[in-house]
């Protein structure tokens, strides 16, 4: 899948009627799951997703909550790095913080 079809389907399901039950299902950042160390301080709460990684893939997709309150999908993909897994989240992570400002 592209990140832009994931994209259109947390989209869609973001203004369904089954919205809290999908939301439900994501890691929160700083409070759960594989984001339970992850997003915390400013972004804690504000970062709902799934995680998945593979050899040399890494990829986050969610939801994440702008200072203004607004809420946007994204979908980060990664795949073929070559730097360490480490440093990969950390700049999915930092994406994700510029984001929610």
């Known amino acids: ?3 832009a ?3 259109q389907l947390l989209r869609y ?3 369904s009627r ?3 039950n999908w939301l439900a299902l994501l890691p929160v950042g700083g409070e ?3 984001l339970e160390k992850r997003f915390l301080g400013a972004a804690a709460g504000r970062i709902h997703a799934k995680t998945g ?3 040399h893939v890494s990829a986050l997709s969610g939801y994440a909550e702008a200072a203004d309150g607004a809420v946007l999908a994204f979908s980060i993909l990664v795949n073929n790095y070559n730097a360490s897994a ?3 989240r950390a700049l ?3 994406i994700c913080n510029l984001m929610i400002q």
């Open 53 to 55: 990684t593979l050899s």
């Open 5 to 7: 079809a994931i994209v």
């Open 1 to 3: 899948m592209t990140p």
């Open 32 to 34: 759960d799951g594989t």
């Open 86 to 88: 480490s440093e990969t």
């Open 13 to 15: 399901m973001y203004h």
């Open 92 to 94: 999915i992570d930092k």
């Open 18 to 20: 089954q919205r809290q």
